[in-house]
């Protein structure tokens, strides 16, 4: 199977998935509250490259009072030049908040389409979801925005993941991410503290049952679950692990960072393993030359199926700043 001039096909071109593909993210996304962190952090993915997202925070990033100035500084930096790779988004108040229609709308105004996305905190359930989607369509609309900015949705509130299966099929809707600390917290103490860092984050039932809810929602609707912070800053190691589990145990292919340290520990965490990466650039290499009929790769056969596997794998590796085989890299990602 080649395209109309003779070239292999791509992938992207003949891997036809049952349901809404993956959107392709970074791994990893960074929060930044004042200006301050936020031109460093601009700072460090203009010289790294858009490795990771970041997210300038109006929620816990204003101070009260002085929301309006928050909302349009955090437009004011997206829409500059320091903003090299276009993947900058911006964390709006939640619903309860008077100050968050104002959010949308002056950052959206001043920024267009410029921004990555907007994440969502706090929903009490699908409502509120539907609800900033309809506002931000028509402010894209009033601004005559060609593009459709996605919308990130924190799930932390019980009604949000009750609803969390219809919450991630609305158009629009681009990542699930968990908010543990509010979630925790919104049990009334019936969870302990321990459940808000490791390991109790990965062994409590309550919060297995929220993390496994909302990646299997996420997956299966096309959407990218995000994991919670690590409330470790200074133990790499420890970061580096709490990805790993959250990626190898629940599914989840994005993680949050808080602090620039943790970035890299997160962005290996993320990675498939280097096996697999290798396999994956022969297997598909071959399929392609194949016009993706079946083909054997150390006595095992692959056909569209594992093809489909493997291109993740390998758009995993890309996305996480793995080093590709320059063959690979001009077949597929040039």
């Known amino acids: 199977m080649s395209s109309p001039q003779g070239a292999p096909l791509h992938p992207d071109a003949v891997l036809y998935e049952e349901g809404a593909g993956l959107p392709r993210l970074p791994a990893v996304e960074h929060f930044a509250g004042n200006e ?14 858009p490795l990771f997202d970041i997210t300038f925070d109006c929620e816990d990033g204003a101070a009260a009072d002085a929301e309006r100035a928050h909302a349009e500084m955090v437009g ?8 090299r790779h276009g993947r900058i988004g911006a964390r ?19 920024c267009g389409d410029r921004i990555a996305y907007l994440t969502l905190p706090k929903p009490r359930g699908l409502s509120d979801v539907a609800r900033v989607l309809a506002q931000l369509r028509d402010t894209e609309a009033r601004l005559g925005l060609q593009c459709r900015i ?14 969390v299966w219809q919450i ?37 039932p309550l919060v297995l049952r ?3 809810e909302i990646a299997a929602a996420a997956l299966a ?13 200074v133990d790499l190691a420890a970061i580096e692990d709490d990805g790993r589990r959250a990626r190898e145990q629940f599914g989840y292919l994005r993680m949050w960072s808080i602090h620039p340290a943790q970035i890299d520990p997160l962005l290996r965490a993320m990675r498939p393993a280097l096996d697999d990466v290798v396999d994956a650039g022969e297997i598909l290499a071959s399929a392609q030359e194949a016009h993706w009929g079946p083909t054997r790769h150390r006595d095992r056969l692959h056909d569209r199926a594992s093809y489909r596997y493997y291109w993740h794998v390998l758009k995993r590796a890309h996305a996480t700043g793995m080093t590709l085989d320059d063959a690979v ?3 597929f990602f040039a």
């Open 36 to 49: 301050k962190l936020m031109r460093k952090a601009m700072t460090l993915q203009a010289e790294r490259g």
């Open 76 to 83: 004011s930096l997206i829409a500059g030049e320091d903003n």
């Open 92 to 110: 709006i108040h939640d619903l309860t908040h008077p100050a968050w229609r104002d959010d949308l709308e002056r950052i959206v105004g001043l």
């Open 150 to 163: 996605p919308l990130h949705v924190l799930i932390e509130t019980h009604g949000a993941l009750h609803e």
């Open 168 to 204: 991630a099929a609305l158009p629009g809707v681009e990542t699930l991410d968990f908010g543990l600390m509010d979630f925790v917290s919104a049990h009334h103490g019936a969870i302990s503290a321990s459940a808000m860092k490791s390991p109790g984050q990965f062994t409590h």
């Open 210 to 212: 929220a993390k496994t």
């Open 221 to 233: 609707h096309g959407v990218v679950p995000s994991h919670n912070v690590s409330t470790e800053l």
């Open 329 to 331: 890299v001009r077949r």
